[in-house]
């Protein structure tokens, strides 16, 4: 893939250029907005004349069609191409929903389900997602297409979808009560709007909130622009950040939580399940970050690099508005996208900063025991409990390390074996792993530092050269003028 950079001169899209904008002015009394959302049971379905069922969703025959014609998407650009319109994002872990294009329109299908979702190797509960997956599918689109979305509910109980931060029709905003009625368990709802924006934006259930977000029903829509600007982005990651209660030994989240999440993921993952964001040395890069956690800001930090941020879930940052960063915080609800060029080779860790969103399945309802020095006291209480260890008085480093069993569906508190040692993070931790040389995009492995490059321990030598006393008192000088 090339690594060249190029700038864009064209102007953003116009109004009268997207679909759906002019008839937002029509009168009262002319055709009604498009994509009218109504409720499709199997019954009705059946009934529908001319209609044809694949995968679930109803889809609209030509001659109905036709007589609809705000529904074809006529009056705005053709649908955006990968390849030819844009660039894909990548998605570690995840996946993205397919699509077709009926009479002009990019038709989508999302299942609301139960899922088995595994967070990490060892850790695997009941959540509530989409087309099999926790979360759900990227739907990656083009400023300008017009898009219909069917959703079946295939849970126990009503839901519904709301896409955030997308610019629609007040009857497709898909908030339970208020903008439509909520979609019973069995039936099949479709939403039709046109995209009139770009950028990076979420969907989510909005019917019993704290339940159905806090079980994962969550994923992020990715709007490209119809004319892209500035340089070209060679590789587009999309990763969305959420926090969870799974109580160790149990097979389901407690969406009930309000402060205690012990298993902190990106897209659904805790390291050490993540997978690395594989990229090649001078290719421009952004990351894509959606927050849609129950109650914690997270703010991911990336080693190596200094980043601009370029996008909020409102759309574009100005470029006089862009400055250097090494952290960007991604507050509840909202999305941020990052970008920089990477010209360091290496593997460098992308994380949340908040110390305790790096642990797996720990909690705080333990006596603190840093500093505590047992002496002869496991001995004695090993005569009772064989085996017995006091634990946690320099730390929580050594609990992955040592191996030690865990209870069933449970996962360690911290990392995996690395390259030089063990990896003391776990959570909300990946890898950006930038070469040279690269045989497609897999993991390459570990990154081999250059000679000179990679820090261990001093020598004699150097030390005697420098003047390093190791055994003398810190040093240390005042931090102002005597």
């Known amino acids: 893939m090339s690594t060249r950079t190029t700038e864009s001169a064209h102007a953003p899209v116009?109004?009268?250029?997207?679909?759906?904008?002019?008839?937002?002015?029509?009168?009262?009394?002319?055709?009604?907005?498009?994509?009218?959302?109504?409720?499709?049971?199997?019954?009705?379905?059946?009934?529908?004349?001319?209609?044809?069922?694949?995968?679930?969703?109803?889809?609209?025959?030509g001659s109905e069609a036709r007589a609809r014609p705000e529904a074809q998407g006529t009056r705005g650009p053709r649908p955006g191409m990968p390849g030819r319109d844009y660039q894909p994002v990548v998605v570690p872990n995840g996946s993205k929903l397919p699509w077709k294009v009926v009479d002009g329109v990019k038709v989508f299908h999302l299942v609301a389900e139960e899922v088995e979702h595994e967070f990490a190797p060892g850790l695997k509960a009941f959540c509530w997602g989409y087309n099999g997956r926790v979360h759900g599918p990227t739907i990656e689109a083009v400023e300008g297409d017009r898009v219909r979305?069917?959703?079946?509910n295939r849970l126990p109980t009503p839901t519904t979808v709301h896409w955030h931060g997308i610019l629609l029709p007040n009857g497709m905003d898909g908030v339970g009560?208020?903008?439509?009625?909520?979609?019973?368990?069995?039936?099949?709802f479709q939403y039709e709007f046109?995209?009139?924006?770009?950028?990076?934006?979420?969907?989510?259930?909005h019917h019993d909130e704290m339940t159905q977000?806090?079980?994962?029903?969550?994923?992020?829509?990715?709007?490209?622009?119809?004319?892209?600007?500035?340089?070209?982005?060679?590789?587009?990651?999309?990763?969305?950040?959420?926090?969870?209660?799974?109580?160790?030994?149990?097979?389901?989240?407690?969406?009930?939580?309000?402060?205690?999440?012990?298993?902190?993921?990106?897209?659904?993952?805790?390291?050490?399940?993540?997978?690395?964001?594989?990229?090649?040395?001078?290719?421009?890069?952004?990351?894509?970050?959606?927050?849609?956690?129950?109650?914690?800001?997270?703010?991911?930090?990336?080693?190596?690099?200094h980043f601009r941020?370029?996008?909020?879930?409102?759309g574009p940052v100005p470029e006089s508005a862009r400055?250097?960063?090494?952290?960007?915080?991604?507050?509840?609800?909202?999305?941020?996208?990052?970008?920089?060029?990477?010209?360091?080779?290496?593997?460098?860790?992308?994380?949340?900063?908040?110390t305790h969103h790096l642990m797996n399945q720990m909690g705080h309802a333990f006596p603190n025991m840093i500093g505590v020095k047992p002496g002869g006291l496991d001995a004695k209480v090993r005569a009772l409990l064989p085996g017995y260890m006091t634990m946690g008085q320099t730390g929580m480093a050594g609990m992955g390390e040592m191996g030690m069993p865990v209870p069933p569906?449970?996962?360690?508190?911290?990392?995996?074996?690395?390259?030089?040692?063990?990896?003391?993070?776990?959570?909300?931790?990946?890898?950006?792993k930038v070469r040279a040389r690269l045989d497609g995009y897999k993991d390459p492995g570990w990154y081999d530092n250059p000679p000179g490059t990679l820090a261990e321990a001093a020598g004699a030598e150097s030390l005697r050269r420098d003047g390093i006393d190791v055994d003398a008192p810190a040093p240390v000088e005042p931090g102002s003028p005597a």
């Open 309 to 314: 941020i370029t996008e909020t879930d409102g």
């Open 177 to 188: 009560g208020l903008n439509q009625k909520s979609i019973a368990p069995g039936e099949t």
């Open 213 to 305: 977000i806090g079980l994962g029903m969550t994923g992020m829509f990715v709007i490209h622009p119809r004319r892209p600007m500035g340089p070209r982005i060679d590789r587009d990651f999309v990763i969305l950040l959420h926090e969870w209660r799974i109580d160790v030994g149990t097979r389901r989240p407690n969406p009930n939580e309000m402060t205690d999440f012990n298993v902190l993921t990106m897209n659904a993952k805790a390291f050490p399940g993540t997978e690395p964001l594989v990229v090649r040395q001078g290719e421009r890069v952004r990351i894509r970050l959606g927050n849609l956690s129950p109650q914690n800001h997270h703010p991911i930090h990336l080693h190596g690099y």
């Open 409 to 432: 569906n449970s996962i360690p508190m911290v990392g995996r074996q690395g390259k030089h040692d063990f990896i003391t993070m776990g959570g909300m931790f990946t890898v950006l």
């Open 14 to 61: 116009r109004e009268e250029d997207v679909p759906g904008t002019s008839e937002r002015r029509a009168p009262p009394g002319s055709l009604p907005e498009a994509g009218g959302m109504g409720t499709l049971t199997r019954r009705s379905m059946l009934a529908t004349a001319g209609a044809t069922l694949t995968g679930g969703a109803m889809l609209l025959s």
């Open 149 to 152: 979305i069917y959703v079946t």
């Open 194 to 205: 046109s995209l009139r924006q770009s950028g990076t934006n979420m969907y989510h259930s």
């Open 323 to 354: 400055q250097p960063e090494t952290t960007v915080l991604v507050p509840v609800g909202s999305a941020r996208a990052i970008e920089f060029v990477a010209d360091a080779p290496g593997d460098w860790a992308l994380h949340c900063h908040m």
